[in-house]
């Protein structure tokens, strides 16, 4: 019989609250640069997250393995604890493809008065908002058209 991977402390946070808080075997963050795998253990660590697939694995089988569709944020690793601070998550069984697609033509449309001249608007924070819906549609399976 295969030993366990230890566990270790591990949040997933929105500015709404924890979407996740408790021990894992690994979670995995969308980082800047790729994605980052983390286990019980690990040096400490600072990243800046992209828009993408956070997963969470509680044990060993495929079942155990909670996956969100995360915006945009930051990743710290120390002392045994995991810390994701993201600007949205959604756990992938609860998208609302009709919110995402919305939010997609929100932030296009937005996107687009800004190359117009017509908004000032943050152009990062709209694009990574475009990313995150795209990203939240292609994991519910959902074309973006």
Do not use: C, Y
């Amino acid at each position: 019989m295969a030993e366990a991977h230890p566990t270790f402390d591990v949040a997933l946070v929105t500015p709404d609250g924890a979407v996740f808080d408790g021990d894992a075997q690994m979670i995995v963050v969308p980082g800047a640069a790729g994605d980052i795998g983390v286990l019980a253990r690990h040096a400490p660590l600072v990243a800046t997250l992209r828009a993408g697939s956070t997963r969470i694995h509680l044990g060993p089988n495929e079942s155990d393995i909670l996956e969100f569709a995360t915006g945009p944020g930051f990743f710290k690793v120390e002392l045994d604890r995991a810390l994701a601070l993201v600007d949205d998550a959604v756990d992938v069984r609860e998208i609302d493809d009709e919110r995402a697609l919305a939010q997609l033509e929100e932030a296009r449309a937005e996107l687009e008065k800004v190359d117009a001249g017509e908004s000032t608007a943050d152009r990062w924070q709209l694009e990574q908002r475009i990313v995150h819906a795209e990203n939240q549609l292609a994991v519910s399976g959902r074309t973006t058209g």
